[in-house]
């Protein structure tokens, strides 16, 4: 039996995908879906019971599951603007504990998000070995959250049935419900249907031009391969892992590849960046993924360009935002 915590998310859904793309259905999926669409995520794919987050922490610790092999721990608040630290203290790092309390003793592997906000501003590098976990300085609430559970395993020698994934920009159908925090793909999409233009950061930074400031995008089913890999082929590795593309893009590409998608001629508008983001804008974030290379994972990860194009021509122009 397979666990899959924040199963109705982004990733999370599709890691559920992956496993029933591989003919895995004994899956127990946990979220909060509460009034939210986020129960449509789960619509298409096959499993064998679902448990809201605190049913499911109920029935552990009452020992009233049994048959849990794999933890694939997704679930968790990921916005980074959110500013009730002691929330997200409980919702993400005290929840990480239970679930790997209760995975330690019985010798189940748990494959969790770390996150890529563990970095900060990024210039000390993107380094996922432990050796300089203690260095790291997370820029808001959410990275710190993460950031904390990965040291309280390595506190504990981070024991080798535990692999943390350091995702960096995901994006792709099933987004829909994460508000401000969605892609600029699907905003970029509503805004060239409503306006025929996509606006954009003025960069704040003499190295880098507006539009110029550069991320690692990484195509959710790219995101999805690499999480059920750790979890059903690379189990001889631990530690934590960075999840991106390895390629650094700039936001100005990105627009482009939207535009081509949706046959339109690219138009940007450049926008002042708000006050309260300028001391904590990243301008530059890349995935170093020799570690994940590494391990044995070999896949071919999705360019840019073909990733926006299948997102826009097969969700968003169709009118279907779900997977």
């Not at 999805?224 to 960075?242: E, H, I, K, P, Q």
């Amino acid at each position: 039996m397979i666990v899959v915590t924040g199963a109705a998310g982004l990733i999370g859904s599709a890691v559920v995908r992956e496993f029933n793309r591989r003919g895995v259905h004994n899956l127990i999926l946990v979220d909060h879906l509460g009034e939210s669409e986020k129960w449509m995520n789960l619509r298409s794919l096959q499993f064998q019971n679902y448990y809201e987050k605190g049913v499911f922490l109920s029935l552990l610790k009452n020992n009233e599951i049994s048959g849990i092999q794999h933890i694939v721990h997704l679930g968790a608040d990921s916005s980074t603007t959110t500013r009730d630290a002691s929330y997200l203290i409980e919702n993400n790092y005290r929840y990480s504990i239970e679930l790997a309390e209760y995975a330690l003793p019985r010798g189940i592997r748990m494959v969790y998000a770390s996150s890529a906000a563990t970095y900060g501003d990024g210039n000390d590098g993107f380094d996922d070995s432990l050796d300089g976990l203690h260095l790291l300085r997370p820029l808001n609430a959410y990275g710190y959250s993460k950031h904390l559970f990965d040291q309280w395993l390595q506190s504990r020698g981070f024991p080798e049935q535990f692999v943390g994934l350091k995702y960096f920009n995901v994006y792709g159908p099933n987004e829909y419900h994460k508000g401000e925090m969605r892609s600029l793909v699907l905003k970029a999409f509503y805004q060239i249907q409503a306006e025929g233009r996509i606006r954009l950061f003025k960069s704040y930074h003499p190295d880098y031009k507006d539009g110029e400031q550069m991320r690692d995008f990484l195509y959710v089913e790219d995101a999805a391969r690499m999480t059920v890999y750790f979890c059903m082929d690379g189990t001889g590795a631990s530690g934590l892992f960075n999840c991106g593309s390895g390629v650094a893009r700039t936001w100005n590409e990105l627009a482009a590849a939207i535009f081509k998608a949706m046959d339109k001629a690219p138009d940007i508008e450049y926008i002042d960046m708000p006050e309260s983001l300028k001391a904590k804008y990243q301008y530059y974030t890349c995935a170093p993924i020799d570690r994940l290379r590494s391990s044995g994972y070999s896949e071919t990860i999705s360019s840019l360009e073909d990733a926006v194009a299948d997102y826009v021509t097969r969700y968003l122009l169709p009118g279907e935002l779900r997977a």
